[in-house]
């Protein structure tokens, strides 16, 4: 390495937040500890690992695959299939959770854990007590939803993998740390469903009281209560007719979003990191945008009508501060959490 190049990646490493002590020892012997990178803030598009979890997922069943990926900004996501044990004995895959039905079952775990505060939640009786408790109608197609795409939910793992911003000078100065990554690992990441037999207390009998509970992960469960995804699940339930995994996925994106974005000061999402997360798996990214991104956009700013979205056919999607679709304060006081104006 000539000492011009040296000046340049002393200087990329200085503007992505690496310490003034590491570049001098950078300068002496080549090395720099892996701890002192991860202090590189990265661009991402959706910042709650329940939300990645969610757009991790394929648009269109995908039981014969076990991964799944997706670029989030300057991150990787990858879902993992899980295994379960066949009535043999044997383990065998899950298969992905995908298209809309796991999407909806996500939401409906996250609106209802804001809502109550509870992660132990039940969910019914009996399949068809489950599909009524999601609103959904007892057509023999949710019952094969129901049974195919509840295991390779629960059983799922998410990966995020942050690349480190290093620079490419060459495999002859190869740097110890160039090519690592921050890799963050959540093993069945949402919880478990369980089922419970209570006795009658009259009759002793077994047969009065059984059912299904899901208990979430501390993870998870974390997760949502300390970075809300503020969701109204009655647009989660006008989106998801006629399937809707794209619209679910856009509108979660604008929920978990536009909030947080500072009055008067829009964030441009540019067309490239759009294709790149909601558009994997179609033939054609750019005709993907044009058309069905744009359309699916479209129907959520008709249902989350306070939303501040500009489309641009070149640049990308322009969001503005906007009001979330269903209000914090409830989900602060549901939960107790800190009011955010008071932090100092």
């Known amino acids: 390495m000539d000492e011009e190049e040296k000046k340049k990646l002393i200087a990329f490493m200085l503007s992505s937040g690496i310490t003034s002590d590491d ?11 892996l701890s002192r990178i991860r202090n590189t803030s990265w661009k991402q598009l959706v910042e709650n690992p329940v939300t990645m979890l969610q757009l991790s997922m394929p648009h269109k069943e995908k039981q014969d695959l076990t991964e799944w990926h997706v670029r989030n900004g300057e991150a990787d996501l990858l879902i993992r299939s899980g295994k379960i044990k066949n009535k043999d004995g044997f383990f065998e895959s899950t298969g992905l959770p995908s298209s809309w039905f796991p999407r909806y079952m996500l939401l409906w775990i996250v609106y209802t854990v804001q809502k109550t505060n509870n992660r132990d939640i039940f969910i019914g009786h009996t399949e068809a007590q489950i599909l009524s408790k999601l609103d959904r109608g007892r057509h023999k197609s949710n019952y094969a939803h129901l049974r195919n795409q509840m295991p390779a939910l ?3 793992d998410l990966v995020i993998n942050k690349d480190f ?4 000078i060459g495999d002859e100065d190869r740097l110890p740390f160039q090519g690592s990554a921050d890799v963050t690992e959540y093993q069945r990441f949402i919880g478990s469903v369980y089922k419970f037999e209570n006795k009658n207390k009259t009759t002793g009998s077994d047969k009065s009281d059984r059912g299904y509970n899901i208990y979430l992960t501390d993870g998870f469960y974390n997760n949502i209560i300390h970075n809300p995804l503020p969701i109204d699940f009655e647009h989660v339930k006008e989106l998801v007719k006629g399937g809707g995994s794209y619209r679910l996925d856009i ?17 441009l999402i540019e067309r490239q990191d759009i294709e790149d997360l909601f558009g994997v798996g179609t033939e054609n990214k750019g005709q993907y945008y044009l058309e069905t991104f744009k359309d699916n956009l479209k ?9 501040k979205v500009e489309f641009s056919k070149k640049d990308g999607i322009t969001l503005h501060h906007s009001p979330p ?7 602060k006081s549901t939960c107790q959490l800190p009011d955010s104006s008071n932090e100092s």
């Open 165 to 168: 911003p290093v620079m490419d």
């Open 154 to 156: 629960f059983n799922c």
């Open 299 to 307: 129907s959520v700013l008709e249902v989350y009508t306070t939303a």
């Open 251 to 267: 509108y979660t994106f604008l929920a978990e979003r536009l909030y947080k974005i500072p009055e008067g000061k829009p964030l």
């Open 23 to 33: 570049v001098i020892k950078f300068e002496k012997n080549s090395e720099l500890p």
């Open 325 to 331: 679709p269903y209000p914090l304060e409830k989900i």
